[in-house]
T-cell receptor
Framework: DADVTQTPRNRITKTGKRIMLECSQTKGHDRMYWYRQDPGLGLRLIYYSFDVKDINKGEISDGYSVSRQAQAKFSLSLESAIPNQTALYFC???????????????FGPGTRLTVL | DAKTTQPNSMESNEEEPVHLPCNHSTISGTDYIHWYRQLPSQGPEYVIHGLTSNVNNRMASLAIAEDRKSSTLILHRATLRDAAVYYCLQGGSEKLVFGKGTKLTVNP
């Protein structure tokens, strides 16, 4: 079974709808991240969480919110989806106590979101 | 903003070595250099990382310039499965900043 899973894998929705993307991990890592990727561009950090009580904004948090329900679960919400939020979304985890390799990030398979 | 500079694309032939360059002229003394790659239709995966010394692992080698302002990821014998986008990142790995990376094409 995959260590980092994302649901759904694909989603088509309409402008104005509320959408939740979910991420679960079995790696036991405290740190979790949400990124988005647009065609031809690198990944941009939306939100990150270093533990259940710690949530931080990334470089593009506007229009998004997150919830860290447990160590293993980190959800990303789009309160009112808009077409320019159409992108590929990735969840990642890391463990700062890892010595080698140091705090490597492990990514999920991604969720392809289309907002019409 | 991405702090590293990489060529947009490179090509290689199968079973030949590939040298992927990266410039990170603003790197600080405590910043690590990380390399990730993203295979088609997958999330990024860790390749290698280093601080000052050259590093080797089962996937690749990392050669770091003495002034640490540049590095080179070396794939010793490219295979078709190595075709991917390769990202070079610097800094604290808590907040990795991904640029556009280098798209590597491997020709049979």
């Amino acid at each position: 079974d995959a260590d980092v899973t994302q649901t759904p894998r694909n989603r088509i929705t309409k402008t104005g709808k509320r959408i939740m993307l979910e991420c679960s991990q079995t790696k036991g890592h405290d740190r979790m991240y949400w990124y988005r990727q647009d065609p031809g561009l690198g990944l941009r950090l939306i939100y990150y969480s270093f533990d259940v009580k710690d949530i931080n904004k990334g470089e593009i948090s506007d229009g998004y919110s997150v919830s860290r329900q447990a160590q293993a679960k980190f959800s990303l919400s789009l309160e009112s989806a808009i077409p320019n939020q159409t992108a590929l979304y990735f969840c990642a985890t890391s463990d700062p106590s890892e010595r080698i390799p140091r705090d490597t990030q492990y990514f999920g398979p991604g969720t392809r979101l289309t907002v019409l | 903003d991405a702090k590293t500079t990489q060529p947009n694309s490179m090509e290689s032939n199968e079973e030949e070595p590939v040298h992927l360059p990266c410039n990170h002229s603003t790197i600080s003394g405590t910043d690590y250099i990380h390399w990730y790659r993203q295979l088609p239709s997958q999330g990024p995966e860790y390749v290698i990382h280093g601080l000052t010394s050259n590093v080797n692992n089962r996937m690749a080698s990392l050669a770091i310039a003495e002034d640490r302002k540049s590095s080179t990821l070396i794939l010793h014998r490219a295979t078709l499965r190595d075709a991917a986008v390769y990202y070079c990142l610097q800094g604290g790995s808590e907040k990795l900043v991904f640029g556009k990376g280098t798209k590597l094409t491997v020709n049979p």
